[in-house]
């Protein structure tokens, strides 16, 4: 309201301002008007000012604070105030030319000098008129000094005398007066001339020095001259004749128009500035208004659109709630924000029909994942380029990765083992299921996967789902089972004729060797050849029966950590070369076991570990001396025993089947040591795992056994304790050599 009114008051200061320059008004535009005027358009054109900056800042802020539509309202501001100042600009710029050139007519040499020729004239004229008069007052007051007897003598003939004078000067009408102005003669020619005036009292003091003083018209049309006369004390002659009025008015009338001429001209840059300064104030006040309302019309624009874009930053936010203000006034905007407010009431009807969708395919999804969760086998989903899309636990746990390394990569990338098969299933696709097998080594372990595919058919493309089915125990159980059979078997068929084998061998010695004169060492070679390789036989078929019939576990409640010490013990008697080390916990390794069973695998492992290190060449300068390490520790409920070596190490390829019966890396091996552990470990509820030794990951050589056992239960009893130990199953670690 305020800006309004002081717009309204510059554009009445302006139009009054420039009707009084116009000469509009009855108000003369003096110097004093003038600065009245710019005065008070200079208090209006900064008030104005002052409003607008305000304006202004506060637009600049809005900018800076990056206010929605602020560019906008800056950009339409300016461009306003850009096309409504132009045309003032040049108006004004116009005017102050048109002045310029106007008062440049008006000043030109010409006009200067007709207006200074005809005051030069009048003057001429008047200069002649007092020139002849002043000629005539000197002659004629010379004449009167001379006529100064007859003056005292005969007064009478002396007026006459005076009055031929001015007959024949022709000087109309002449006075012989005092000092006071006192006439004491006169003589006039012209009787129709009733009252010519007298002198001024100063024309007599100037007088006095014996030159003529001429009198120039001043309001009366006469011209007179004053001369003191030398012969007369105190008299002075006065001498006048009238002028034309007419030419005298001209005369005057040149004076008057060449002083107001040589006045204006000596204010001709002040009224040109005064005026340039009315045209430059007009100029300001009306790009002031123009701004004033471009700042009024861009806030009326910008608004809405602020509301709108300040209630797409909402949307943008997920508040679909919000709604637009609408005013009718506002016209194709209005007609906008219902738009947008429709728009929302649309989004939000959308939002909830796809939440609530979102809800019903999260309750599917946490269904598939809960079930996929609790299958057995590894489940993979690919997408139509064979990307992974998802992974359940039992897969990531075959796999021995995180799901973040799978979700979203390739499979020949993710799981290079499945790759040949994925290309040729997605090269031949069919609705049919198809299977193979695949090994995976993680961790130093080899395992035997039963892999699926089934082809998966949906909108974004063809997909696969692959089932992953570890049947390394169930292979090992069958070949287990298929050796137990075929030694069972082999054990019968054999063991029958190796007693009378034996038993013919011995008779044979018995009753012939006293006959053999010649190579009776050669007989004797041969019967006990024969005696020891029967023997062997029989040993072999022991071992047979021992795998094919091992005894049931006679479990009682034990500490591990008895039949370890003894195991290292014995083998570091028989290997003094190797350093034995043992790490023990301070609290037993209780559980049930059959210790005869327990010492039989204890001692089988480190036996193979001090073996592992006798196959390493160790004669080279520098090498290391072999070390075996038995370290043994409580894990979340399990008894975790790692027998480590610095020896040959295991076989990357098919390192799962040294589990198998006749299987050896070993040339005098039976390949039935480990078998026998792992089906020990098997009664016992535990595991066993062929993996790299520590050092191999520094660039190191050797192998790791680790066994796997279940613990007691927290306060079991019959367990037990030695001297020191806290009774509570926590491994304290104790290094222990033993060689």
């Known amino acids: 309201m305020i800006g309004l009114v002081l717009v309204i008051l510059s554009l009445l200061s302006v139009l009054v301002s420039f ?20 005065a008070v358009n200079a208090v209006l054109l900064l008030a104005l000012t002052g409003l607008i900056g305000w304006e202004l800042v506060g637009l600049y802020i809005a900018w ?15 461009h306003f105030s850009v096309i409504a100042a132009a045309p003032a600009v040049i108006i004004a710029v116009l005017a102050s030319v048109t002045l310029d050139q106007g008062l440049d007519r008006w000043f030109e040499t010409r006009t200067r000098t007709i207006v200074q020729n005809a005051a030069k004239v009048g003057a001429a004229y008047l200069q002649e008129h007092a020139r002849v008069l002043r000629g005539d007052a000197i002659a004629m007051a ?37 000092a006071d102005g006192t006439v004491v003669t006169s003589a006039k020619l012209d009787e129709a001339w009733d009252s010519p005036l007298m002198p001024p009292p100063e024309a007599f003091r100037q007088a006095e020095n014996d030159e003529p003083v001429v009198i120039a018209p001043g309001q009366s049309n006469q011209v007179g001259a004053v001369m003191k006369l030398k012969e007369f004390e105190g008299l002075y002659l006065y001498a006048t004749r009238p002028l034309d009025g007419r030419v005298l008015d001209q005369v005057r009338l040149a004076q008057a128009a060449a002083g107001d001429y040589g006045k204006l001209e000596s204010s001709r840059y002040g009224v040109q500035l005064a005026f340039a300064l009315i045209f430059v104030g007009v100029a300001l006040i009306l790009l002031l208004a123009a701004i004033w309302a471009g700042i009024g019309f861009a806030n009326r624009l910008v608004a809405p659109i602020r509301r709108l874009i300040l209630a797409a930053d909402y949307v943008s936010k997920g508040n679909l709630a919000i709604q637009v203000p609408v005013r009718p006034k506002e016209g194709d905007l209005a007609h906008l924000g219902e738009t947008f407010n429709t728009m929302t009431a649309e989004l939000r009807t959308q939002r909830s029909e796809l939440i609530a969708a979102k809800d019903q395919i999260d309750r599917r999804r946490r269904f598939t994942e809960a079930m996929l969760a609790g299958v057995t086998a590894g489940v993979i989903g690919l997408d139509a380029e064979r990307r992974i899309t998802l992974a359940n636990r039992s897969a990531l746990a075959l796999l021995d990765t995180a799901e973040a390394n799978l979700l979203g990569k390739s499979v020949d990338e993710a799981v290079p083992e499945l790759a040949a098969a994925t290309a040729e299933m997605s090269a031949e696709p069919s609705h049919r299921a198809r299977q193979t097998q695949v090994t995976l080594r993680r961790a130093g372990q080899e395992r035997t996967i039963n892999v699926r595919f089934t082809t998966e058919t949906t909108a974004a493309g063809g997909g696969l789902v692959v089932t992953l089915d570890d049947i390394t125990d169930l292979v090992t159980a069958q070949r287990s089972s298929a050796w137990a059979d075929v030694a069972r078997r082999i054990a019968h068929e054999i063991k029958n004729p190796l007693t009378p084998i034996q038993l013919s061998a011995e008779r044979i010695r018995r009753r012939y060797a006293k006959r053999i004169e010649d190579d009776r060492q050669v007989f004797d070679q041969c019967v006990d050849t024969i005696i020891r390789q029967v023997g062997d036989i029989e040993r072999m078929v022991n071992e047979f029966s021992s795998f094919a019939r091992m005894p049931k576990p006679q479990k009682e409640a034990g ?10 013990f014995l083998q570091s008697v028989g290997n003094p070369e190797i350093d034995f080390v043992s790490r023990l916990p301070d609290t037993p390794l209780a559980g049930k076991f059959d210790m005869r069973l327990m010492n039989q695998v204890f001692t089988n492992l480190v036996k193979n570990a001090a073996e592992a290190i006798a196959a390493v060449d160790r004669s080279a300068p520098g090498s290391a001396k072999g070390r075996v390490e038995v370290v043994a520790r409580v894990e979340q409920g399990e008894i975790v025993i790692d027998v480590i070596d610095n020896g040959i190490g295991f076989p990357q390829e098919n390192r799962h089947r040294l589990l198998e019966p006749y299987v050896t890396t070993r040339e005098k091996g039976t390949g039935l040591g480990l078998a026998i552990v792992r089906k020990i470990l098997e009664e016992h509820g535990g595991r066993i795992e062929l993996l790299d030794a520590p050092a191999v990951a520094t660039g190191g050589q050797g192998a790791m056994m680790r066994l796997i056992l279940p613990a007691a239960e927290a306060g079991a009893q019959g367990v037990p304790v030695e001297a020191g130990g806290d009774g509570t199953g926590t491994a304290k670690s104790a290094s222990v050599p033993v060689a």
């Open 64 to 78: 800076k604070d990056g206010r929605a539509a602020a560019r906008l309202h800056w950009r339409i501001l300016t």
């Open 559 to 568: 500490d591990l950590r008895e039949p370890l010490r003894e195991a290292v």
């Open 142 to 178: 010379a004449e009167i000094d001379q006529a100064k007897p007859l003056y005292d003598d005969e007064p009478t003939r002396f007026d006459q005398f005076f009055e031929t004078q001015c007959s024949l000067r022709q000087i109309p009408a002449a006075f012989i007066l005092r």
């Open 19 to 38: 009707a009084i320059l116009t000469g509009i008004t009855p108000i003369t535009p003096s110097d004093q008007v003038l600065k009245v005027a710019m």
